[in-house]
């Protein structure tokens, strides 16, 4: 059995998807390389298949009809033999020696007969046109070199989240909590991280700058612009992470709280976009999502709305849309997202 299943969802991906394959291969026989074609229309299918003929150990070219990025991951996790899972775009990388550093850690709980169900380590902005590379680092909230619970965690302070770049799950908890990302959504990434969270109950951390997360290609889906476009299926995904995890029935105070502000975040984004956009047709779709969650939990509706950032971003009139804006403007700058 391989230590390491890595998913790569690739869609038109010919002009850098290599990129991305070669920053993995260094993982060797420890590790096998799904290469996800999602109905790509240009040379993305011959690339995997010829990385496949070369790789025949490591590397699987699957073929399918074109279901979005969660298919491709479903795909990945039907597919996977790895002991753990990890999800790479096929615009992104890995630091090498990083990577090494995972796949030793992996190695020695293997041997040690042990086993987590989450590995975090960290991940960095690769952001273009930027000399400085903002890292998301959680030295600070988390023990290093340890297995641990929630129990163990400090606080995550505000801008702080575990994302899709940051973590990889044990295979088998995947599939034990039933994760299938819905087809033909962009941004399940959440859902991926968010939906799993609850049945974790063993993590190490490793404090290695692992995942580079490219941003600045002008057709990226987290662009904004087309996020705003692409807004529907933003909010269907906002949605999905209310209905799938009731909080309420999370017990851990830790946990809880750590979903709830990573629902928080993206509940934010969701209202800032369809504020951005400046048409009365997503404003009204503004106040239907925030109808939305007060309909299907009001408790949670309070903590959303009369939190300092649901408090910003919910101030009345077209200065209050304003002050919202800006306060996200900041945070962009801050944290360095898009």
């Known amino acids: 059995m391989k230590l390491l299943s890595v998913v790569i969802p690739c869609y038109n991906s010919q002009d850098y998807m290599k990129y991305c394959i070669e920053s993995l291969l260094p993982g060797g026989e420890d590790v096998e390389l799904l290469i ?5 229309v240009d040379k993305t299918a011959n690339i995997a298949d010829e990385y496949a003929k070369r790789y025949p150990t490591i590397v699987k070219a699957i073929h399918q009809e074109n279901g979005g990025h969660g298919e491709a991951v479903n795909a990945g996790i039907r597919h996977a033999s790895g002991l753990y899972f990890k999800v ?15 796949l030793e850690t992996l190695r020695d709980l293997v041997q040690q007969e042990k086993s987590v169900d989450m590995v975090i380590s960290n991940f960095v902005y690769e952001k273009e046109g930027t000399r400085y590379k903002k890292v998301m680092k959680y030295d600070n909230v988390l023990p290093e070199g340890t297995i641990f619970t929630w129990n163990d965690i400090k606080s995550f302070r505000k801008g702080q989240y575990i994302l899709m ?27 991926y991280v968010y939906t799993p969270l609850e049945h974790v109950k063993s993590i190490i951390y490793v404090n290695v700058d692992f ?3 490219f ?15 692409r807004i529907d ?68 509706y309070h903590s959303l709305k009369y939190g300092l950032m649901g408090g910003l971003i919910n101030l009345p009139g077209r200065a209050g849309r304003s002050i919202s804006v800006g306060a996200y403007k900041i945070s962009q700058r801050l944290v360095g997202f898009n």
């Open 36 to 40: 996800v074609n999602d109905g790509s």
């Open 88 to 102: 790479v775009d096929s615009d992104d990388w890995v630091d090498i020696r990083a990577y090494l550093k995972i």
């Open 165 to 191: 770049h940051s973590v990889i799950y044990r295979t088998q908890l995947l599939r034990d909590c039933g994760l299938e990302l819905p087809k033909h959504t962009f941004y399940v990434d959440n859902l």
């Open 211 to 213: 995942y580079r997360y």
């Open 215 to 229: 941003i600045g290609r002008e057709d990226q889906s987290v662009q904004e612009n087309i996020m705003i476009r």
């Open 233 to 300: 299926q933003q909010i269907k995904v906002n949605k999905l992470m209310i209905e799938q995890v009731d909080l309420e029935k999370v017990h851990h105070p830790m946990l809880r709280d750590y979903m709830l502000r990573h629902l928080e975040i993206v509940t934010v984004v969701s209202t800032i976009l369809l504020i951005r956009s400046g048409t009365a047709e997503n404003l009204k779709k503004k106040k239907e999502l925030w109808l939305y969650i007060k309909n299907n939990d009001i408790e949670l």
